[in-house]
Every structure is written in C-alpha cells, then in structure tokens.
C-alpha cells in the first residue's frame, strides 16, 4: 500500500488524502446502508479523522438519520453531491469513515468483516475467507493490535463526543 492514498468526488472538486493505511475496513449488509448507496452493501474505511486531509474543496456535511437515533454526518461534495465519508454516531467527529469507492484505487481496500449480513441481500455471494457477523464484533476480533492501539489514542475524544452528542428530532424511524 502506497501512502499518501488519495480519493475525491466525481467532478473533482473535493479530493483528500489519507497518511496513514486505515484501521479497519469493513463491509456493511444493513438495510441503513442499503439505502443509503441505493446498492447492496457499503465498503467503508475507518480511520482518524486527523489522519485525513483536505487537498482541494470543502465537503458539506449533511445530518442524516441513523438506526442509533443519534444520525450522521455524511461529508459530501457541495457541487456533485457525491458522499465521501461520513461521522458515525459512535466515534463522531473523532474518525472519518471513508467510503472505499471515492478512493482512486480502491481494489487495494478488501474489507477484512462482513457485517449486518443478517440483512445480507441474498444474491450477494461472500467469500469464506472473510469474517461474517450477524451484528457487529468485538473490535479485538478483527482489528490489528496496531490498530486497536491507535484507536486508545483516540479514545478520550471519543468519550468527549459521546458525553454531548444529541438524538435527532423526530426520531429515526425503526429498523
Ligand atoms: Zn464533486
Ligand atoms: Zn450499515
């Protein structure tokens, strides 16, 4: 894996880079992530927010709601609307969780976890080799040590946002 890894939009006006390989990169089956890509799964690398960094354009972000009631922020370009990355609920503004499609090469990010493939859309063939949950996991399972250790590092800004993070109103609705 090359370093810096670069992604952008579709018409170029927001591009960013990565400095340092992701934490973790995971395939997600949810029926929230169905419909938000309009496609089967979404393919997201997480990493430190500080670990990415803006090379041309200014994303907006967009709230948008989230099973956990807490919604999202979805980092899109503010010309061709194509999403990049979004904060999710549990970490916040602490980690950017990239979607590995907006990235230039992105057949260098496999997802090392199938999750949520209890709502797996049944066509969709995963290979064997690659850890499957129902839910989630616990991140020991899947992550690397290294990772785990980055992700201590972060932990107080985490805890920060999870003691001021607002639900949404109205409520999401379920499922
Ligand atoms: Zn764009
Ligand atoms: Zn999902």
Redesign the pocket.
Known sequence: MKLPIEGGCDCRAVRYRLTRPPLVVNC???????R?TGAS??L?AVIESACLELTAGEPVLVLTPSQSGYGQQIARCPSCHVALWSHYSTAGPATCVVRVGTLDNPDDFPPQAH??VASRQPWVQLSPDVPQFEAYYELAQIWSAESLARRRAIQPQIDAWQATRQRMAPPAPPR
């Open positions: 997600c089956h949810c029926r929230w992530c169905q938000e799964f979404a997201n999750v949520f």
